[in-house]
């Protein structure tokens, strides 16, 4: 099959296009490098890349009828949730009207296949942990909210025009290719482990920790953390289950277990062998206390089976990339 990967020079993306280059899928790559990095085309030589927007229609319809594509993945959104309530003009924009564009150039070259990458950021405040994918979509800030509305798209887009797709809601993202050639490369980095090992590195003078005295054991928020490698190959799990027949779904990507920010600092203390400066901040706006998945019906539907079950050994991985990366990637 021949797959059309939107944002494949991303953090979650590339690790898509390199887990499904391996499956033995042809992949052509569409990024307009805002957020994304030209250097993954480096790595990921059998791929191609094509450097371009989702919403310029000649070219995204040209491509997927000149590769004569059969499925796209799409990663090619905005997700910083403060920038997102900074601006959400911007996340409407992106993750919602240039979707919609993407959608329609689907439709006019009749693709049948569609993955669309979600967050756990659609629920909001959690009513109950687990996380189960009835749970009520209530997001708390203009990302989450994109999110939703884009989701909402899809169904109708399935029953008016038969569009088959997959949803896949990640909570927390984690960890890089363990070959050590793929890694996380946000700018401005938001995320815990990355902003742990920056710390690590001397690259920032320290961690703050947003909220110590929320009702968990140790104090500090806990969260659902998940490899990238893990989440990969449920894109690929996913787009077979399609092309089996399997009908328009949503699943919930995650570990099923809770991990505190205290305890991700002490693993990634292990695992570099170096004393993380920490400061306690206050809370954070809207930061629920506990966010845990549960991805029953990801293993029950798709066959998905996490490889990467241990917080250390998904932190090493990071570690190492970081470590071959001490400035990102290069030509950034």
């Known amino acids: 099959m021949r797959v059309l990967v939107t944002g494949g020079a991303g953090y979650i993306g590339s690790h898509v296009v390199k887990t499904l280059l391996r499956s033995g899928y042809e992949v052509t790559v569409l990024d307009n490098l805002v957020r994304g990095h030209k250097a993954v085309a480096k790595v990921l030589k059998e791929a191609e890349f094509v450097w371009g927007d989702i919403a310029d229609r000649e070219l995204v319809t040209g491509i997927l009828r000149s590769r004569r594509i059969d499925a796209v993945m799409h990663f090619a959104a905005l997700s910083l949730v ?22 329609d150039s689907i439709r006019e070259a009749d693709i049948a296949y569609f993955i669309f990458s979600s967050s756990a950021a659609v629920y909001g405040e959690p009513l109950q942990v687990p996380i189960e994918e009835d749970h009520v979509l209530l997001p708390t800030n203009p990302y989450g909210a994109t999110k939703r509305a884009f989701e909402e798209a899809l169904k109708w887009y399935d029953s008016a025009y038969g569009l088959k797709y997959m949803s896949l809601r990640y909570f927390n993202a984690v960890g890089a290719d363990p070959e050590g050639d793929l890694g996380e490369d946000h700018r401005p980095e ?131 990339w970081y470590c071959r990366h001490p400035e990102g990637y290069d030509g950034k």
């Open 82 to 103: 403060g920038e997102s309530v900074e601006n959400p003009t911007l996340y409407y924009e992106n993750n919602v009207i240039k979707g919609l564009m993407l959608l």
């Open 190 to 320: 938001t995320h815990l482990v990355p902003l742990i090992l920056q710390a690590a590195m001397g690259k920032r003078e320290k961690i703050i920790v947003y909220g110590a005295d929320y009702p968990t054991p140790d104090g500090t928020c806990i969260r659902d953390y998940v490899h990238v490698c893990d989440l990969a190959s449920a894109h690929v799990l996913a787009l077979e289950a399609l092309t089996r027949g399997q009908s328009s779904a949503v699943y919930n990507l995650g570990s099923e277990r809770g991990l505190s920010v205290w305890e991700i600092i002490q693993a990634a203390r292990k695992v570099t062998g170096r004393n993380i400066p920490v400061e306690i901040g206050p809370r954070r706006p809207g930061d629920p206390a506990v966010l845990v998945a549960s991805a029953k019906k990801a293993k029950e539907f798709l066959g998905w089976k996490p490889c990467f079950t241990d917080i250390e050994g998904i932190i090493s991985t990071a570690w190492e």
